[in-house]
């Protein structure tokens, strides 16, 4: 079962380990454990629901509450202490795009927000409901059958709630995949991450989602509008780009079709240490502007390599390597990098070489294929030690950017300072680590993990939060970076929006939205404030 307050399965725990727990209580103190809200008393607290009855609008107060917030920090903050300010007062879940229509019809109807679903993962607001008027929740869950496979295009159409496992279950029984997979790829849908612009930790090879969205339906106040397939136009401007990063502004997204793969034939993934940033970070550039067909370059740096080898929890072993990359000359301050390919066995194969060449340029020590595989393996688990830290005292949040290469080590130590200094009035230690997440010939996305200690407190962490996003954000801004890469906006991060596109590019937003939503009825509050 899912869990309503945290990440992820119920049944599924990653501990901290004893090794971890005293790495992170001797960088920021001992951890002081909050006390839970019960499910059911946060139940009691919401609001009867202001909507009129609907056959297929579910206002009971479960549902409801495990419809209202994401998985933000403020969302965890709200659920934990069991400060809801504002829930969905109904939730519906269509089975078909008349009845999409239907509901959006009833709540313009009821002057009522709407406020689309996928898998409730979003970090940076997407889910909150309106303040100042009723809000009907639409979860698309039930719309996400395959509905078109065209095996000489490669194209495949899903209904818009298909979730990614069952995605590529269902492409893979035809022997195709998509491969798309972000850190939230088992509970993440694709219209989800078609409308907040998605990037995956292979869209090396495979493209990132607006590479992938060839076309689609979506319902609006206004109508229908129609997405035809087509391999490439020159005929005016796309529209699908008005649907990627949408974030629910326009409509509903019903069904898309994407651009798929034939499974790889061979896949793999290696680390190489390299012995210091400098290092590493002209090394990674070296072998994305080569464009060698790799399928995913991930570069840590020192903090975040030295982290994760202590979280790892195989103390002997991590020792071991240690001692074996100090004597090739990757000692304190060395960068892991993991490299993967997939396809074809022949072209992966030499392009996995080339690039362990290209590495080795630089004084990178190949590790082998053991800690790649490693991390392929937990690589969707890692995430679950959010709710661990939170049990033992320690949150954990995120931010990521994109900058050019001439602004990226200097943008990633911005941010961290910027953490830092952000809680150190409060006498607090920050604990952050970064990593390139996906690489570019022309830059690199630079994706930053902060962890510090609870107050305890519902009011105090909150407060704590928005002083460490207000400074993250503004030195990214600062740094010339874009305010996301690939979690989209919200309402979290929409108040650096306009420093991304400007006067003149904000009040175009406005003008689309209202092209489509003239009642405003559709997500309000994100991507564009009021």
Same mark, same amino acid.
């Given at each position: 079962?899912?869990?309503?307050?945290?990440?992820?399965?119920?049944?599924?725990?990653?501990?901290?380990?004893? @090794?971890?727990?005293?790495?992170?209580?001797?960088?920021?103190?001992?951890?002081?454990?909050?006390?839970?809200?019960?499910?059911?008393?946060?139940?009691?607290?919401?609001?009867?629901?202001?909507?009129?009855?609907?056959?297929?609008?579910?206002?009971?107060?479960?549902?409801?509450?495990?419809?209202?917030?994401?998985?933000?920090?403020?969302?965890?903050?709200?659920?934990?202490?069991?400060?809801?300010?504002?829930?969905?007062?109904?939730?519906? =879940?269509?089975?078909?795009?008349?009845?999409?229509?239907?509901?959006?019809? =009833?709540?313009?109807?009821?002057?009522? !927000?709407?406020?689309?679903?996928?898998?409730?993962?979003?970090?940076?607001?997407?889910?909150?409901?309106?303040?100042?008027?009723? /809000?009907?929740?639409?979860?698309?869950?039930?719309?996400?059958?395959?509905?078109?496979?065209?095996?000489?295009?490669?194209?495949?159409?899903?209904?818009?709630?298909?979730?990614?496992?069952?995605?590529?279950?269902?492409?893979? !029984?035809?022997?195709?995949?998509?491969?798309?997979?972000?850190?939230?790829?088992?509970?993440?849908?694709?219209?989800?991450w078609i409308v907040t612009r998605s990037s995956g930790q292979q869209s090396l090879r495979y493209g990132r989602i607006e590479q992938?969205?060839?076309?689609?339906?979506?319902?609006?106040?206004?109508?229908?509008?129609?997405?035809?397939?087509?391999?490439?136009?020159?005929?005016?401007?796309?529209?699908?780009?008005?649907?990627?990063?949408?974030?629910?502004?326009?409509?509903?997204?019903?069904?898309?079709?994407?651009?798929?793969?034939?499974?790889?034939? =061979?896949?793999?993934?290696?680390?190489?240490?390299?012995?210091?940033?400098?290092?590493?970070?002209?090394?990674?550039?070296?072998?994305?502007?080569?464009?060698?067909?790799?399928?995913?370059?991930?570069?840590?740096?020192? #903090?975040?390599?030295?982290?994760?080898?202590?979280?790892?929890?195989?103390?002997?072993?991590?020792?071991?390597?240690?001692? %074996?990359?100090?004597?090739?000359?990757?000692?304190?301050?060395?960068?892991?990098?993991? #490299?993967?390919?997939? @396809?074809?066995?022949?072209?992966?194969?030499?392009?996995?070489?080339?690039?362990?060449? %290209?590495?080795?340029? =630089?004084?990178?020590?190949?590790?082998?294929?053991?800690?790649?595989?490693?991390?392929?393996?937990?690589?969707?688990?890692?995430?679950?030690?959010?709710?661990?830290?939170?049990?033992?005292?320690?949150?954990?949040?995120?931010?990521?950017?994109?900058?050019?290469?001439?602004?990226? /080590?200097?943008?990633?130590?911005?941010?961290?300072?910027?953490?830092?200094?952000?809680?150190?009035?409060?006498?607090?230690?920050?604990?952050?680590?970064?990593?390139?997440?996906?690489?570019?010939?022309?830059?690199?996305?630079?994706?930053?993990?902060?962890?510090?200690?609870?107050?305890?407190?519902?009011?105090?962490?909150?407060?704590?939060?928005?002083?460490?996003?207000?400074?993250?954000?503004?030195?990214?801004?600062?740094?010339?970076?874009?305010?996301?890469?690939?979690?989209?906006? @919200?309402?979290?991060?929409?108040?650096?929006?306009?420093?991304?596109?400007?006067?003149?590019?904000?009040?175009?937003?406005?003008?689309?939205?209202?092209?489509?939503?003239?009642?405003?009825?559709?997500?309000?509050?994100?991507?564009?404030?009021?």
């Open positions: 079962m899912r869990r309503w307050n945290g990440w992820g399965d119920d049944t599924i725990e990653v501990p901290i380990g004893e @090794g971890a727990l005293r790495f992170l209580e001797q960088k920021l103190g001992p951890g002081s454990v909050p006390r839970d809200a019960a499910f059911e008393a946060v139940c009691a607290q919401l609001a009867p629901s202001r909507l009129p009855p609907h056959p297929l609008v579910d206002t009971t107060p479960a549902v409801r509450l495990t419809h209202a917030l994401g998985q933000s920090l403020p969302d965890w903050l709200r659920l934990r202490y069991g400060r809801i300010e504002a829930a969905p007062d109904g939730v519906a =879940f269509p089975e078909s795009a008349d009845e999409v229509r239907d509901l959006i019809r =009833f709540a313009v109807d009821a002057g009522a !927000a709407v406020v689309p679903y996928g898998g409730g993962t979003s970090v940076c607001g997407h889910l909150d409901a309106a303040r100042d008027r009723p /809000t009907l929740s639409v979860d698309m869950g039930r719309l996400r059958a395959l509905t078109g496979l065209d095996r000489e295009s490669l194209l495949a159409t899903f209904g818009a709630g298909v979730a990614g496992p069952d995605l590529e279950a269902q492409l893979r !029984a035809q022997g195709y995949t998509l491969g798309h997979f972000p850190q939230s790829f088992e509970y993440s849908t694709l219209g989800g992938l969205f060839a076309g689609g339906r979506m319902e609006t106040p206004q109508g229908r509008l129609e997405l035809p397939t087509f391999p490439a136009s020159a005929a005016g401007p796309d529209l699908r780009e008005l649907v990627l990063g949408s974030e629910g502004r326009l409509g509903i997204l019903l069904d898309a079709t994407v651009r798929i793969s034939p499974v790889p034939e =061979f896949e793999a993934f290696h680390a190489v240490f390299l012995p210091d940033w400098e290092r590493a970070e002209t090394a990674v550039r070296a072998i994305v502007q080569a464009r060698l067909g790799m399928s995913m370059l991930r570069l840590s740096n020192p #903090v975040e390599t030295a982290t994760m080898l202590t979280l790892a929890g195989h103390p002997r072993q991590v020792a071991l390597l240690e001692t %074996l990359l100090r004597l090739r000359g990757a000692g304190e301050g060395k960068c892991m990098l993991l #490299v993967g390919a997939s @396809g074809a066995r022949k072209q992966a194969r030499a392009a996995l070489a080339a690039a362990l060449t %290209l590495a080795r340029r =630089f004084q990178g020590v190949h590790a082998g294929r053991g800690l790649g595989e490693r991390w392929k393996k937990n690589r969707f688990r890692n995430v679950y030690l959010r709710n661990a830290a939170w049990e033992r005292g320690y949150a954990i949040d995120t931010v990521e950017t994109a900058l050019d290469w001439p602004r990226v /080590t200097p943008g990633m130590r911005a941010v961290e300072r910027a953490a830092a200094d952000a809680l150190a009035a409060d006498g607090e230690q920050v604990h952050a680590y970064t990593h390139l997440s996906h690489l570019y010939p022309q830059g690199a996305s630079v994706y930053t993990t902060f962890i510090w200690r609870l107050a305890g407190d519902y009011d105090a962490d909150l407060a704590r939060w928005r002083r460490l996003k207000t400074s993250v954000s503004e030195a990214i801004v600062a740094s010339g970076g874009t305010i996301s890469h690939q979690h989209g906006v @919200g309402s979290d991060h929409a108040p650096w929006l306009q420093a991304e596109k400007g006067r003149l590019g904000m009040e175009a937003l406005r003008t689309v939205f209202r092209q489509f939503d003239p009642g405003g009825c559709m997500n309000p509050g994100k991507l564009v404030s009021p």
